[in-house]
């Protein structure tokens, strides 16, 4: 029996679609950023773009921002340290999305001749089931999030407090390795001659340490996809003084 597709949904993406305007994050995003461990940060300066996977920390408020931000850190001599005090606008990608590539049965040639090896079994009902489970979303969405980031000074309380959330949100009781050399590689700082504290991650240098430069970005839109291709976008607004928000301008 041929399996049904579910058909897509083909909707023009290239403008403002189903806008609305919100002084809040959509629930949506927000389950997306409590439950992502990685976000993509885009920077880009004089028309080139470079995509960065970043540790991230999500405050839906804080003692110096209402609004919701998305706090970061970065080595000081970083491309995206460049790119972000050249031009401070940035794009951020997030989704919770559980999923593997599936395994393909491409067919390889050797000699000019069909290869006679035989192809990966059938898998088991269980084997099947629980691919299905893993290629399954935790979420159906993935959220584009623009913004503007800052640099948080130096030495302020400010960057104390920021740097404090971000090393509580990315310490965690087990470490998978890949994540680890991922943490050691960005901690590395100039003049450290590659020197990490060792065992935790590279979070002593990632996050606590004195150079590391703490980035904070402010929401400005989000636009949300779905699994069939459906886009919404949303505009965040503050709240008026009756509790409304500010149509777009």
Known sequence: MEQQQIPLNHEASAGDTNMQVTHELPSEVVQCLENARFLHLATCTDNVPHVSLMNYTYLPSSPFSSPPVIVMTTNPASKKMNNLVANPNVSLLVHDWVSHRPTTTSRRLSGGARSTSPGPPPPSSLAALLFNLNTSAVSSISATINGAARLVDS????????REKHLENNTFETEASTNDSFLRRESVVPGSNGNREEGDGGRGCFVAGEEVRVIVVGIRDVRIA???????DWVIS????????DGVR
């Open 226 to 232: 779905d699994w069939k291709g459906a886009v919404r």
């Open 238 to 245: 503050p709240p008026t003084e009756n509790g409304q928000v």
């Open 155 to 162: 030495g302020s309380d400010e960057e104390k407090f920021y």
